[in-house]
Structure formats: structure tokens, C-alpha cells
């Protein structure tokens, strides 16, 4: 027998694997959280199906709520750092809320989108000039 066909086999498997991990329809293995995005003056304006959360916010940040509740708690520490990174420290921001959102994100270099009702937006307010 081939010493070479087990090898061949076992780096086939992990290859599947790491691409399952990497896909679409399965966030749990994703620790990517969206970079903040700053509302532009119109999107904070209130007005007919304008959430409330969103009215005078500063922007928001998006990440995946799917998977292992520890990677989940991880994003959203992620989250909280890099919209304290925004404005200037922990004390210089208040969330305005969570909403649904169609987070994206990439993981080994391929992008995908957060499955279901399982995306989220957190809004956020900076105390000051973000």
C-alpha cells in the first residue's frame, strides 16, 4: 500500500474543512467585525421609516451574532474597541441600539454574508467630535 494515499487523504479533509469554516452558511469560526461606518448628516435625520436609534447618531458597526457564544461576545468586544477607536475612548461614546443588518465580512480571504436574521448593526453616539 501507498504510504502517500492517508496523507493525500487527511489534507483533502482539511482543506473541506477549513473551506466549510470559511463559507457562507457557516459564520461560527468568523471573528470579522465591519470597520465603523459614519452616518452621512441625511441618514440621522428623522423621518418616515428612519429608526429611532439612528436619529443624531454618530454611525454604527456591524458583525455576525451567529456561532459559539464565545466568538460572538468576541465580535462584540471588537465591535465596542473599534467604535471607542472612533471617538477617542470607552467613555466617549454611548450605543443608541442593536438592529438587524446584512453584516458582511471576509475570513481567509473570502467574503460572505451573515446567515439569516443573524446580522447586527450597533449604533452608537460619540460625546464630542468623532
Do not use: W
Amino acid at each position: 500500500m501507498n504510504k502517500n494515499v492517508p496523507y493525500a487523504t487527511s489534507l483533502a479533509t482539511l482543506a473541506l474543512a477549513l473551506s466549510g469554516c470559511a463559507s457562507t452558511l457557516n459564520p461560527i469560526f468568523n471573528s470579522s467585525v465591519s470597520p465603523p461606518r459614519i452616518y452621512a448628516d441625511h441618514e440621522k435625520q428623522p423621518g418616515f421609516g428612519v429608526p429611532t436609534e439612528t436619529v443624531g447618531a454618530t454611525g454604527e458597526v456591524r458583525y455576525c451574532q451567529a456561532g459559539v457564544p464565545q466568538v460572538v461576545q468576541a465580535r462584540q468586544q471588537q465591535a465596542h474597541a473599534a467604535i471607542a477607536k472612533v471617538c477617542g475612548g470607552k467613555e466617549r461614546y454611548e450605543i443608541r441600539g442593536e438592529l438587524m443588518s446584512d453584516a458582511t465580512g471576509s475570513m481567509f480571504g473570502v467574503n460572505f454574508q451573515c446567515v439569516g436574521n443573524a446580522g447586527r448593526a450597533i449604533v452608537f453616539k460619540c460625546k464630542g467630535a468623532p
